[in-house]
C-alpha cells in the first residue's frame, strides 16, 4: 500500500518552487488517482515559472500539464465510464470540461466555458490540492479526460503523447496535410519536430523545417523525422529556398510555430501557395503585428489559429507513439526526478533541450546541470496544451 503523503513540486511565485507533501485524497466512486510516472516539461511551463501566464493570486500551485501515468485507486463510476482498472497506464489530457454544454456536446469541449480548469494551472487552495503532473500522485477529477497507451513504452516516450498530439493536431488536423502536399513549418522546436512527423504520417510530398544557426541539431533531427529540406534563416531568405525547391509552386500547408518572432509572419503569407492553408501556432507575446490583409485575399488563403489540442489528436499522437514508426527516443533530451523539477523547467528554458521530462518515481538519466541565468535562457515555443 502507498504512503499517505504525497510529495509534489509547487510553485510559490515567480522563479520559486519547494517540495511539499500532501494528505493523500481520499476517492470517490466517481473519481480517482493516478501513480505519475512521466510529466513532460513545455514551454508554458517555463513562461509560467518566469511569471508570465498565471496570476500571482493563482499560486501556489503544483505545475504540471503532461502527465502519464498508472491508475492507482479509481471509483467503480469512474472506471465504467473512462474504461480503465487500477494498474492501467494512461496519459491525462489539461483540461477537464464539463462534457454538458453546447461547446462539448459538439465535440469543442476546448471551448468549454463552464470546464474546472486545467492541470498544472489549479491553486493548491482547491482542494485536494494534487492538481499538477509534478508529482507523485495526480488527483483525477470526475471530468478528466484519459487515453489508455501501451504500458510497454518507455515512459519518456509514452508521455510524448502531447507535444505529438500538438504536432498532429495542426499538420494533421489544421492545416490538412495530404498526399503529396508541400509543407513548409516555420520553427524546429519539440512541436516543430513533431509536425514534421505528423505531416510524414499524413503522406507530406515535401516538408521544409526553418531554423536559426543555434538550431543545427534540432534540424537535423528533423531530416532524420522526414523532412526534406531545413532551412538557416540567418543565411537564406525563406521565400526565396521555397520557390526555388518547389519550382515557384510553393507551399500548400505553411505551420507558423516560432516564438515572438514578427518576420514568419509575413515569411508564411508569402510562401503559402494560392489558396493554401496557414496554421498560426507560435504566440507573440500580445505584440501587433503588420500584415498586408491584401495578399490574403489575392491568394484566397486560409487562416487557423491553433488553440489547444483534442482527443482526435491525440488519440492519433498515441497510435504513432505505438507503432514505433519513427525514432522519438532521438528527440528525448533528459529525464528529471520529483526534487530537480526545477531543473528541468530551467533545462527546457536554456534553449538546447528538446524533450524534458520529470519522472516522480526517481528513475533519470543525468542531465547536465543548467547554465546561464534566466535572461539568457532562449524562450520556446509557447503553447497552450
Ligand atoms: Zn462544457
Ligand atoms: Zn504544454
Not at 513540486?9 to 480517482?32: H, M, N, W
Request: aromatic share 6%; net charge negative; hydrophobic share 40%.
Amino acid at each position: 500500500m502507498a504512503s499517505e503523503m504525497v510529495r509534489a513540486a509547487v510553485q510559490t511565485g515567480p522563479l520559486a518552487y519547494e517540495i511539499r507533501e500532501f494528505p493523500r485524497p481520499r476517492i470517490g466512486d466517481d473519481d480517482g488517482l493516478l501513480r505519475v510516472e512521466a510529466c513532460g516539461v513545455c514551454g508554458s511551463d517555463v513562461e509560467q515559472y518566469r511569471g508570465h501566464l498565471v496570476s500571482e493570486g493563482m499560486f501556489p500551485l503544483i505545475p504540471g500539464h503532461e502527465p502519464l501515468g498508472v491508475i492507482e485507486e479509481v471509483g467503480d463510476r469512474a472506471a465504467e465510464r473512462w474504461g480503465v482498472a487500477p494498474g492501467d497506464r494512461v496519459a491525462v489530457e489539461i483540461l477537464r470540461p464539463c462534457r454538458a454544454c453546447d461547446f462539448c456536446l459538439t465535440g469543442r469541449y476546448m471551448s468549454c466555458p463552464n470546464r474546472d480548469g486545467a492541470y498544472g494551472m489549479t491553486p493548491l487552495s482547491r482542494e485536494p490540492g494534487l492538481w499538477g503532473g509534478f508529482a507523485e500522485y495526480l488527483y483525477l477529477h470526475p471530468w478528466a479526460i484519459l487515453h489508455k497507451i501501451d504500458p510497454t513504452l518507455a515512459p519518456e516516450l509514452a508521455v510524448m503523447f502531447n507535444p505529438l498530439g500538438a504536432g498532429v493536431r495542426w499538420a494533421a488536423q489544421l492545416g490538412e496535410v495530404g498526399l503529396g502536399d508541400t509543407v513548409l513549418i516555420l520553427g524546429p522546436g519539440q512541436r516543430g519536430l513533431t509536425s514534421v512527423i505528423a505531416a510524414r504520417a499524413c503522406g507530406a510530398g515535401t516538408i521544409i523545417v526553418t531554423g536559426l544557426g543555434k538550431d543545427e541539431k534540432k534540424l537535423a533531427l528533423a531530416r532524420e523525422f522526414g523532412a526534406d529540406h531545413t532551412v538557416n534563416v540567418e543565411e537564406e531568405d525563406v521565400v526565396k529556398r521555397v520557390t526555388e525547391i518547389t519550382g515557384g509552386a510553393m507551399a500548400d500547408v505553411v505551420l507558423e510555430l516560432t516564438p515572438i518572432a514578427e518576420q514568419p509572419i509575413a515569411d508564411a503569407i508569402e510562401a503559402v501557395r494560392h489558396s493554401g492553408r496557414i496554421v498560426f501556432a507560435g504566440l507573440k507575446g500580445g505584440k501587433r503585428i503588420e500584415i498586408v490583409t491584401d495578399r490574403l485575399i489575392n491568394k484566397g488563403v486560409t487562416i487557423k489559429g491553433a488553440y489547444g489540442v483534442n482527443a482526435e489528436s491525440y488519440i492519433e499522437a498515441i497510435r504513432i507513439i505505438e507503432s514505433g514508426r519513427f525514432p522519438l527516443e532521438r528527440m528525448h533530451s533528459a529525464k528529471f526526478e520529483l526534487a530537480d523539477t526545477e531543473a528541468a523547467i530551467q533545462d527546457l528554458g536554456d534553449g538546447q533541450a528538446i524533450h524534458v521530462c520529470v519522472c516522480p518515481d526517481g528513475e533519470t538519466d543525468s542531465p547536465a546541470p543548467p547554465t546561464g541565468t534566466a535572461q539568457q535562457r532562449e524562450r520556446e515555443v509557447v503553447d497552450v496544451g
